[in-house]
């Protein structure tokens, strides 16, 4: 099973740029890479999700080099309210007797962002 | 409105006490989960269910059950709680996992044991 290592906290002023790096050595070929945020109290929201180079939506970029080993979440001028705990999450894809893919996810320990005015 | 809903939100139980944590999803999704969050632990997988009928131990299953009888529910059951299972529980669906690993998440279920 993959397992993913993220930095456990970050610090970034408002309309910075902020990058989280999260390692997954043992990425499975057909695995995807995706990224969660959560607030205190909720459940996490789906960010970003990607499978080599570059990802963009209107929230953020995944950048994912050729060996997969590793990405980099990237957050284009944070404000005050993308304070949040920042998860990466690797999953295990392997056929099963069911025909489908195994659903034993593993998320990271996630990075906590502080954005301070 | 699509969504994935929890019940109880808040519950506080003493030691040996059967209970249930109810789930429900009403986007038709193959795939649900359950997960515990703990301080210092971040997200933790308890089982999982790719279709109904279909149920497979995640990484900290020890202590609960599940069942999956239709697609919509999927219950969590602690048959005799104990206090280190204090703790917030989230329910998660997906449409697929073949590759995709967008989950929508409940609400979150607040447990005390004591």
């Known amino acids: 099973l993959a397992k993913t290592t993220q930095p456990i906290s970050m610090d970034s002023y408002e309309g910075q740029e902020v990058n989280i790096t999260c390692s997954h050595n043992?990425?499975?070929?057909?695995?995807?890479i995706t990224w969660y945020q959560q607030f205190p109290s909720q459940g996490p929201r789906f960010i970003i999700q990607?499978?080599?180079t570059k990802v963009t939506n209107e929230v953020a970029s995944l950048f994912i080099p050729a060996d997969r080993k590793s990405s980099t979440l990237s957050l284009p001028r944070v404000s005050l309210s993308d304070t949040a705990v920042y998860y990466c999450?690797?999953?295990?894809?392997?056929?099963?007797?069911?025909?489908?893919?195994?659903?034993?996810?593993?998320f990271g320990k996630g990075t906590k962002l502080s954005v301070k005015p | 409105e699509a969504q994935v809903t929890q019940n109880p939100r808040y519950l506080i139980t003493v030691t040996g006490k059967k209970l249930t944590v109810t789930c429900s999803q009403n986007?038709?999704?193959?795939?649900m989960s359950w997960y515990r969050q703990d301080p210092g632990l971040g997200l933790r997988q308890i089982y999982y269910?790719?279709?109904?009928?279909?149920?497979d131990k995640g990484d900290v299953p020890e202590g609960y059950k599940v069942s999956r009888k239709e697609k919509r529910n999927f219950p969590l059951i602690l048959e005799s709680p104990s206090p280190n299972q204090t703790s917030l529980y989230f329910c998660?669906?997906?449409?697929?996992?073949?590759?995709?690993?967008?989950?929508?998440f409940g609400p979150g279920t607040r447990l005390t044991v004591t």
């Open positions: 998660a669906s997906s449409s697929s996992l073949a590759g995709s690993y967008e989950q929508y």
């Open positions: 043992n990425i499975a070929t057909n695995d995807y």
């Open positions: 990607g499978y080599k």
């Open positions: 999450l690797v999953g295990d894809t392997s056929p099963t007797s069911y025909g489908g893919s195994q659903g034993n996810l593993i």
């Open positions: 986007m038709n999704h193959e795939y």
């Open positions: 269910s790719m279709n109904v009928e279909v149920t």
